[in-house]
Nanobody, 118 residues
Framework: QVQLVESGGRSVQAGDSLKLTCVAS?????????MGWFRQVPGKAREFVAS????????NYADSVKGRFTISRDNTRNAVYLQMNSLEPEDAAVYYC??????????WGQGTQVTVSS
């Protein structure tokens, strides 16, 4: 079973940048794995933010973050990152890392809080 630990969340001002990190442990991530970032605000369902395939590094983004957020990975560190630029108050949420294989998603991390002040 993969364990995921996120870090990097903090309070920032609108327009600032922030980089989140998720480190996976517990097993070797095989080539069919993917990693993603989701976020959740109180009272709403978790929403997809971005994903990346472990083997080829193919990325996918929610429309709301395209052009501002970049997901990347470091296979040697079993880490995935989310670089967030031009942050907006609407980006404030708990950000969760998630892993999956093929078309499914499985393990969640514990989340890291991002606060954006206007």
């Amino acid at each position: 079973q993969v364990q995921l630990v996120e870090s990097g969340g903090r309070s920032v001002q609108a327009g600032d940048s922030l980089k989140l990190t998720c480190v996976a442990s517990g097993r070797t991530l095989s080539n069919n794995y993917k990693m993603g970032w989701f976020r959740q605000v109180p009272g709403k369902a978790r929403e997809f933010v971005a994903s990346i395939t472990w083997n080829l590094g193919l990325t996918n983004y929610a429309d709301s973050v395209k052009g501002r957020f970049t997901i990347s990975r470091d296979n040697t560190r079993n880490a995935v990152y989310l670089q967030m630029n031009s942050l907006e108050p609407e980006d404030a949420a708990v950000y969760y890392c998630r892993s999956g294989a093929g078309s499914g998603w499985t393990v969640w991390g514990q989340g890291t809080q991002v606060t954006v002040s206007s």
